[in-house]
């Protein structure tokens, strides 16, 4: 019988194979004003990648569902751990789960009032992002932090309601976490 290969992710690393996939890399140099030391971040070369998504090429259509996966790469900007630019969806009632992979680190949430939350993000954690909620991954480990993610088609992204940024910072201070306020920027 001609069964279907559906694509299929890799469990230990968040490979996706066998699919149409998307890739998209972002790098140092296309992170301008989302590290809190910006003249660090120009230290850094602007080539190295700080995260990997790849995203089954699937319908957008309205009630349909994206899959993809994010590597974020271990590394600082500053004391500031590396982390997703972040943002809430276009369509802002529309909800997203992650679900941790490999690696170790955060998930910072955030609300259209500003309230910020983080949860730990591990191999097996499962997260559920409502709507209205801005959403940002930070690796706080030393490995490869990698999570997948299933998202309406129709949710669209909005970097730019976050001009002022997350309200909590999340930096390394003597080899500890450490959550910091955002400065008013
Ligand atoms: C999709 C989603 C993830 C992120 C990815 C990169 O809604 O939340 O696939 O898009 O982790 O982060 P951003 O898009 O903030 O650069
Ligand atoms: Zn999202």
């Known amino acids: 019988h001609p069964f279907i290969q559906p694509p299929q992710v890799e469990w230990a690393s968040g490979a996706l194979t066998k699919g149409p996939l998307l890739r998209k890399s972002t790098r140092i140099r296309d992170l301008i004003g989302i590290f809190a030391d910006d003249p660090a971040r120009q230290r850094l070369a602007g080539e190295h990648v700080v995260y990997d998504v790849e995203i089954l090429a699937t319908s957008p259509a309205e009630g349909e569902l994206y899959t993809g996966v994010t590597h974020l790469y271990p590394g600082r900007v500053g004391d500031e751990y590396f982390m997703t630019r972040g943002h809430f969806h276009a369509r802002r009632e529309q909800g997203e789960v992650y679900f941790g992979l490999r690696g170790n680190g955060l998930l910072l949430l955030q609300n259209e009032q500003g309230q910020a939350r983080l949860e730990?993000?591990?191999?097996?954690?499962?997260?559920?992002?409502?709507?209205?909620?801005?959403?940002?991954?930070?690796?706080?480990?030393?490995?490869?932090?990698?999570?997948l993610a299933v998202w309406p088609g129709v949710a669209g992204h909005d970097y730019a309601a976050l001009a002022k940024g997350f309200t909590l910072r999340v930096f390394e201070e003597n080899q500890q976490i450490q959550v910091r306020e955002a400065q008013n920027e």
């Open 120 to 147: 730990s993000v591990c191999a097996g954690s499962i997260h559920i992002i409502p709507g209205f909620t801005a959403h940002r991954l930070i690796n706080t480990g030393s490995e490869v932090l990698s999570a």
